[in-house]
């Protein structure tokens, strides 16, 4: 999958103090500086942006951790669609 969508919602929504462009995919979001709070706003923004809800087995820190899995969860959600 492309990141690059993911990555300009974390860059408007995830309040990190480091460019997201400057994390790896795998780099930890929450470890960066994402709060439980900016998370919600980002799951939101990912949720509009590629037309899909998160379920309630994916609400979990984990599935948000980082943009690979990010974009792990997003994959799933469109291959099960």
Known sequence: MNTAAIRTILQGHARIPVAVETLSD??????????????????????ERFGIEFPDRMMHRKTF??????AAAIADLKAAA
């Open 26 to 47: 795998d780099a930890n979001l929450f470890t960066a500086g994402m709060t439980s709070l900016a998370s919600v706003e980002v799951i939101l923004a990912l949720e």
């Open 65 to 70: 951790s980082s943009v690979s899995a990010i």
